[in-house]
T-cell receptor, first 112, second 112 residues
Framework: QKEVEQNSGPLSVPEGAIASLNCTYS??????FFWYRQYSGKSPELIMF????GDKEDGRFTAQLNKASQYVSLLIRDSQPSDSATYLC????????????FGQGTTLQVKP | DAGVTQSPTHLIKTRGQQVTLRCSPK?????VSWYQQALGQGPQFIFQ???????QRGNFPDRFSGHQFPNYSSELNVNALLLGDSALYLC???????????FGPGTRLTVL
């Protein structure tokens, strides 16, 4: 079992729709969770972080965390073509040594 | 506020050679982590430097080594390059006591 798992996609949604990106993790003691966006040929850019169970909203983005189910998700409302990118889920391990563990990323395509 | 910077942007080497990659952290950050990202994969943690010492290391051979300087900048050295070392090398910086890591633009290494 991979430490952090994401569906590689591509996930295709029409412009204006809600995109839902999912991630599961294996280390039950993990405390910190991050979503990065990566455009083709570029480096990861931090979108959101979440530490507590529940929802955290920032503009069009909502991160959701369920530690009991070891599940993290990212919702993008009113998706735009500029949101087309790979979205990386990252988890800080329970040993809290600064090592981020990444999933392989989900490619999102927003069609005009 | 300057972000994380890395040099060079691109590098082409041949098998068996050695390479040094450089990173300057974001202003106010004192911790530097290095990641390797192969095509189509999520970043893989190489190691982290804090107070000029390697604090944590991922599953990479000793050919990968690093250094942190008193101004918090860092170098990644790779010896005896293999074709499989071709990847995007990412530097991320963070502040002590904070989990969030911010990535630089990366160095694209090609080994021929």
């Amino acid at each position: 079992q991979k430490e952090v798992e994401q569906n590689s996609g591509p996930l295709s949604v029409p412009e204006g729709a809600i995109a839902s990106l999912n991630c599961t993790y294996s280390d039950r003691g993990s405390q910190s969770f991050f979503w990065y966006r990566q455009y083709s040929g570029k480096s990861p850019e931090l979108i959101m972080f979440i530490y507590s169970n529940g929802d955290k909203e920032d503009g069009r983005f909502t991160a959701q965390l369920n530690k009991a189910s070891q599940y993290v998700s990212l919702l993008i409302r009113d998706s735009q073509p500029s949101d087309s990118a790979t979205y990386l889920c990252a988890v800080l391990g329970s040993s809290n040594t600064g090592k981020l563990i990444f999933g392989q990323g989900t490619t999102l395509q927003v069609k005009p | 506020d300057a972000g994380v910077t890395q040099s060079p942007t691109h590098l082409i080497k041949t098998r068996g050679q050695q390479v040094t990659l450089r990173c300057s952290p974001k202003s106010g950050h004192d911790t530097v982590s290095w990641y390797q990202q192969a095509l189509g994969q999520g970043p893989q943690f190489i190691f982290q430097y804090y107070e000029e010492e390697e604090r944590q290391r991922g599953n990479f051979p000793d050919r990968f080594s690093g250094h942190q300087f008193p101004n918090y900048s860092s170098e990644l050295n790779v010896n005896a390059l293999l074709l499989g070392d071709s990847a995007l090398y990412l530097c991320a910086s963070s502040r002590t006591g904070e989990d969030t890591q911010y990535f630089g633009p990366g160095t694209r290494l090609t080994v021929l």
